[in-house]
């Protein structure tokens, strides 16, 4: 019983998704591993992980869009969960290096002992172990979001005020990650990193399974965010987006369904951004810029809010647009960013996904209609019905007279 509600929660796209990337999850090791430089289906390693990092931020711009394009939460505070997710990673990679660093210290990172740290701070104890450092990753986010939420949303801090105190969050943070005696590596962060789980984090089998792991957890994200929006506490997100007071004075407590919906928004952000870190293989500061945080709301509406495809599409395309562009024309990336997001507000409200499914409905319209529709003469008698919002289809043809009954 369980399953079939499970398969009825989740749409075909859902599922069609699901399958690529765990596809891909499967293929791209393989075309790593398995084949050699030059033959059909070599994917390189570099090509490895700058799609695992692609694919975080898919997931980070998944959790902004459950928030933002079911409940109409316009967070510019996400990339603030995305980093805290990374340092949580990064703090127990710091512990896997041990006596290996610049100083040989086997307890301290080598920034502390750079800054005469005699001991390690006790918020460091227990990053030691994986399953400590994973729940971490879950519930710093988890926990910020619902304090910040719970205390924002039983105000009824809403629309632009929201938006600017969740930036202002973000900045507070990025202030407070860079002082040196906060204890996470100040301007230059955590970085260095030697193993994960035991393996060396530069190997390729490690590279590989770390995009594995990217993969598969976006698709366990498009599940799960899947079966919210699918379900009843899902209409209701959308009842709050579209008319808020409405959905409150027909009894439904508001501000717990907005605060479900921004934790499980962080906690996802959160877990993106440990499995950010170590394949990039730094976490400093900067990832809590607000600049960042409005860039996610840009791929989240480049390819469509309100959906569970559309974010991933636009994270992935706007980012393989930054590896280009930044690298080809590094000065003018900005200004290709800022064009971007104006002219999809302007011409494209709906996203890449929206604009497929207006061109779909419009197909389908045209191939339903009947030949030469256009070009047949309409009777005064047909023009009254189209006034009067009747189907002309329906009407008697003139003359006749209807069937007495039998």
């Known amino acids: 019983m369980i399953t079939q509600a499970l398969f009825r929660a989740l749409d075909t796209k859902a599922w069609w998704l699901i399958g ?42 998944l959790a902004l869009d459950l928030v933002w394009g079911y409940c109409g939460i316009l967070s510019l505070g996400h990339g603030a969960f995305f980093a805290l997710g990374g340092y949580g990673m990064g703090m127990y990679l710091m512990r896997q290096i041990g006596p290996r660093g610049v100083y040989g210290n086997p307890t301290l990172p080598d920034f502390m002992v750079f800054l005469n740290y005699k001991e390690l701070p006790w918020y460091w104890l227990g990053f030691d172990n ?56 100040g301007n230059n962060g955590l970085t260095d990193f030697k193993d994960i789980l035991g393996q060396p984090i530069a190997a390729q089998t490690t590279r590989v399974s770390l995009f594995a792991a990217t993969a598969i957890a976006l698709a366990l994200s498009v599940f799960v965010c899947s079966m919210i929006v699918n379900s009843k506490l899902g209409k209701v997100m959308v009842a709050i987006r579209d008319a808020e007071s ?50 996610v709301v840009i791929w989240t509406a480049v390819g469509g809010r309100g959906t569970i495809i559309g974010p991933i599409i636009g994270a992935i395309l706007v980012n393989l ?5 930044t690298s080809a024309l590094p000065e003018f990336w900005l200004f290709a960013l800022g064009a971007l997001f104006v002219f999809v507000t302007l011409f494209m409200p709906k996203g890449i996904v929206g604009l497929i499914g207006q061109w779909r409905t419009m197909t389908t319209k045209r191939e339903q209609a009947p030949p030469n529709a256009a070009l047949q003469p309409s009777s005064p008698e047909t023009s009254q019905a189209a006034e009067r919002g009747e189907d002309p289809a329906t009407m008697l043809v003139e003359g006749a007279q209807p069937k007495p009954a039998e």
């Not at 994917?43 to 694919?55: D, E, I, M, N």
């Not at 879950?138 to 910040?148: D, K, N, S, T, W």
């Not at 647009?321 to 562009?325: I, L, N």
């Open 321 to 325: 647009g930054k590896s280009y562009f």
């Open 246 to 295: 409405r959905t409150r004075f027909l009894g439904y407590r508001v501000e717990y369904v907005k605060l479900f919906a921004f934790t499980a928004s962080a906690i996802m952000a959160g877990i993106a951004g440990a499995l950010y870190v170590p394949q990039v293989g730094i976490i400093n500061p900067s990832e809590f810029e607000p600049s960042n945080s409005i860039e």
């Open 130 to 185: 994986f399953w400590f450092a994973m729940l971490m990753v879950v519930l710093v986010p988890g926990i910020l979001a619902f304090v910040f939420g719970f205390l924002a949303f039983r105000s009824r801090v809403t629309g632009v005020y929201l938006s600017i105190i969740t930036q202002a969050m973000t900045f507070a943070l990025l202030l407070a990650f860079f002082r040196n005696d906060m204890g996470f590596g």
């Open 20 to 61: 690529i990337l765990l596809a891909a999850a499967i293929l791209f090791p393989a075309g790593n591993l398995l084949l050699s430089p030059g033959q059909f289906g070599y994917v390189p390693t570099y090509l490895v992980s700058l799609f695992g990092k692609y694919l975080s931020y898919a997931m980070l711009a």
